[in-house]
């Protein structure tokens, strides 16, 4: 297994919505794993967004406003203190695994933003299970959701769309891809950081392109990685 996978940062969040400009982040979850797959610290944030969370939202996460508000931390410091543990791993050169890396960070940049808190300075190396395993097995069928890539790499999910769960099975899977494709993974953190800016850009015009040959508009995803 590739020396970038022995110890691993996940990182996962559960949101208000979609829209990277108007979304905030109701709970967070970042833990150490390694190279086991085994949690060696761990860190949660239950977070008050300030705003409504919208029904459909809930209906995906489970936090109520009502939850929110009464049990929540206060949005600008949560955002500050979970930016202080990622920034620390990465200052150690630990790479943080987020499955669909580019929400989760462009959430965490406008989070930051918003509150007027500086954005993580140095976002990098991250690993990205869903960029890697498009490149290294692009022409399997079927959709390639995090519970989808948990089934076909034997990945316990228990707890689909809880921020904990969804971040360990993301850095398991990064663990599974390591192993099953460790000779086209077999680079440095930062070379497959790297690697994962050009395969996401590459995906994205693809994508676009098979869109437009259907008679479909294409989605609106330039392919930038890992903060839009």
């Given at each position: 297994?590739?020396?970038?996978?022995?110890?691993?940062?996940?990182?996962?969040?559960?949101?208000?919505?979609?829209?990277?400009?108007?979304?905030?982040?109701?709970?967070?979850?970042?833990?150490?794993?390694?190279e086991d797959g085994k949690v060696?610290?761990?860190?949660?944030?239950?977070?008050?967004?300030?705003?409504?969370?919208?029904?459909?939202?809930?209906?995906?996460?489970?936090?109520?406003?009502?939850?929110?508000?009464?049990?929540?931390?206060?949005?600008?410091?949560?955002?500050?203190?979970?930016?202080?543990?990622?920034?620390?791993?990465?200052?150690?050169?630990?790479?943080?695994?987020?499955?669909?890396?580019?929400?989760?960070?462009?959430?965490?940049?406008?989070?930051?933003?918003?509150?007027?808190?500086?954005?993580?300075?140095?976002?990098?190396?991250?690993?990205?299970?869903?960029?890697?395993?498009?490149?290294?097995?692009?022409?399997?069928?079927?959709?390639?959701?995090?519970?989808?890539?948990?089934?076909?790499?034997?990945?316990?999910?228990?707890?689909?769309?809880?921020?904990?769960?969804?971040?360990?099975?993301?850095?398991?899977?990064?663990?599974?891809?390591?192993?099953?494709?460790?000779?086209?993974?077999?680079?440095?953190?930062?070379?497959?950081?790297?690697?994962?800016?050009?395969w996401a850009a590459e995906q994205?015009?693809?994508?676009?392109?098979?869109?437009?040959?259907?008679?479909?508009?294409?989605?609106?995803?330039?392919?930038?990685?890992?903060?839009?």
């Amino acid at each position: 297994m590739p020396g970038w996978a022995q110890t691993l940062a996940v990182f996962d969040t559960e949101t208000t919505g979609i829209a990277a400009e108007t979304t905030r982040i109701v709970s967070a979850h970042v833990s150490l794993l390694d190279e086991d797959g085994k949690v060696s610290e761990a860190h949660e944030w239950l977070i008050n967004p300030g705003i409504e969370i919208p029904v459909v939202a809930t209906s995906v996460h489970g936090i109520t406003t009502e939850f929110a508000v009464a049990n929540g931390q206060d949005a600008a410091t949560a955002i500050a203190e979970i930016m202080a543990v990622l920034e620390a791993h990465f200052d150690s050169g630990i790479p943080v695994v987020a499955y669909n890396a580019s929400y989760d960070f462009t959430i965490l940049d406008r989070e930051a933003k918003r509150y007027g808190l500086s954005p993580l300075a140095h976002v990098r190396p991250i690993i990205d299970p869903l960029v890697i395993d498009k490149q290294v097995d692009r022409y399997r069928k079927g959709k390639r959701r995090l519970e989808d890539a948990a089934m076909h790499y034997g990945i316990t999910l228990d707890n689909a769309h809880e921020a904990s769960s969804d971040a360990i099975a993301a850095g398991r899977i990064a663990q599974a891809l390591a192993r099953v494709h460790g000779d086209k993974l077999d680079m440095s953190a930062l070379a497959l950081h790297d690697a994962q800016v050009s395969w996401a850009a590459e995906q994205a015009a693809s994508f676009a392109q098979y869109l437009k040959s259907q008679g479909k508009t294409p989605y609106r995803d330039d392919g930038v990685w890992p903060v839009r």
